[in-house]
């Protein structure tokens, strides 16, 4: 599968990368090639394969959200860190264009 500059600009753009000219050719060969080698698993029959979930047995081990309060001065010093803040909110950038 050969992706395509404008695919790769795209994606560039979302990761928020700036690419050369150099890395454009390099990535878009390299991805291309990752899309090829992945395209073969459509290849494989696993029709007659058994349904596996977990090999190994393991079973996760979950534990209960508790919320533990911090104190005024651990806030404090947390906000006071922040590069930038609204009241009692850490600002960060945005991940989404604005249209």
């Given at each position: 599968?050969?992706?395509?500059?404008?695919?790769?600009?795209?994606?560039?753009?979302?990761?928020?990368?700036?690419?050369?000219?150099?890395?454009?050719?390099?990535?878009?060969?390299?991805?291309?090639?990752?899309?090829?080698?992945?395209?073969?698993?459509?290849?494989?029959?696993?029709?007659?394969?058994?349904?596996?979930?977990?090999?190994?047995?393991?079973?996760?081990?979950?534990?209960?959200?508790?919320?533990?309060?911090?104190?005024?001065?651990?806030?404090?010093?947390?906000?006071?860190a922040a590069p930038e803040r609204d009241g009692d909110l850490i600002k960060v950038p945005?991940?989404?264009?604005?249209?």
């Open positions: 599968m050969r992706l395509s500059l404008e695919e790769l600009l795209h994606i560039a753009k979302l990761a928020k990368l700036s690419l050369t000219k150099e890395e454009q050719e390099k990535f878009c060969n390299q991805i291309s090639d990752i899309l090829t080698f992945v395209s073969q698993l459509k290849e494989v029959n696993v029709a007659e394969s058994a349904l596996t979930g977990n090999i190994i047995g393991e079973i996760n081990n979950w534990r209960n959200d508790i919320h533990v309060p911090s104190s005024s001065e651990t806030r404090k010093a947390l906000l006071d945005g991940v989404f264009d604005e249209k």
